[in-house]
């Protein structure tokens, strides 16, 4: 049986006035439907890039990206994005954003109704009806977080990718996001079997989140070094987690993979 997401051989380089600079290097990644797979490496090891090329945003120089057995040419609407920066339009109220997304990706496969229905769902799940009439410029930036992941969510897509979602809140409210995005997963996964790709530098983001964590080794021409399964059992508590006695060693293992066993390694023949 195919994997849900195949990618094979991937690489990507660009043409520059030194010549030809090989950002990522012959990538193969097999993701199964309804896992969430976070990609972490120092910066400029291609993890966007990466996420970019599997949500169609970027084209890879070789190798080949599909998705349910189609092949990756271009943005599609079966794949979600949340941003780091939020990507909110500033003009339109917390509802009506998330409105836009809903009309925008579903148009006439549902009705006013549905649409509703559907954004004052996600909404009430992300904690923001009270604040559904308030500008982007009304709100914190866990707040804006949460309008990214529910107009993300809405959409129903049957892959998400996020870039950094959290990379810009304060430690509390990320650690408050991390278990929302979770519970909106969970909920989500009633009616469709949602598959996560996130790009993060936080390692114990990375190990709380994820089914596996892709190591990247450092570019030019990085590639995966270490692919490491995290065994705890969804749903899952975050106390729960950290008092496990495999936390710390996972933890250990991947801040060495970082430190020493992939840092500054190219890779073979880039």
């Known amino acids: 049986?195919?994997?849900?997401?195949?990618?094979?051989?991937?690489?990507k380089s660009y043409q520059t006035e030194r010549g030809l600079l090989q950002i990522l290097s012959t990538v193969s990644l097999d993701i199964r439907q309804g896992e969430f797979v976070s990609l972490i490496g120092h910066s400029g090891c291609g993890k966007s890039t990466l996420l970019n090329m599997i949500g169609g945003l970027t084209s890879y120089s070789s190798g080949f990206i599909e998705i349910q057995g189609k092949v990756v040419d271009g943005p599609d609407s079966k794949v979600g994005w949340v941003f780091q920066n939020y990507s909110l339009l500033p003009w339109l109220t917390v509802r009506q954003n998330v409105w836009e997304a809903v009309d925008s990706i579903r148009g006439n496969s549902l009705g006013k109704a549905e649409k509703n229905?559907?954004?004052?769902?996600?909404?009430?799940?992300?904690?923001l009806w009270p604040h559904k009439d308030k500008k982007p410029s009304e709100l914190s930036g866990g707040m804006k977080q949460r309008v990214a992941i529910a107009r993300a969510f809405s959409v129903q897509p049957e892959v998400l990718l996020l870039d950094e979602p959290f990379g810009a809140l304060d430690a509390l409210t990320r650690a408050s996001m991390h278990e929302e995005l979770l519970k909106i997963w969970n909920l989500a996964r009633e009616t469709i079997m949602q598959t996560i790709i996130m790009v993060t530098h936080d390692i114990e983001e990375a190990i709380f989140l994820s089914d596996r964590v892709v190591v990247m080794t450092d570019g030019p021409g990085?590639?995966?070094?270490?692919i490491v399964d995290i065994?705890?059992?969804r749903p899952r508590q975050k106390a729960a987690v950290l008092h496990d006695p495999r936390y710390p060693e996972i933890k250990d293992h991947l801040m060495d993979l970082l430190t020493h066993t992939w840092a500054g390694q190219e890779a073979v023949g880039a």
Request: net charge neutral; no cysteine; glycine share 4%.
């Open 231 to 233: 065994p705890f059992a």
């Open 222 to 226: 990085a590639r995966i070094g270490e």
């Open 117 to 127: 229905e559907l954004v004052d769902s996600f909404l009430q799940k992300v904690k």
């Open 1 to 11: 049986m195919k994997p849900f997401i195949e990618l094979s051989a991937v690489s």
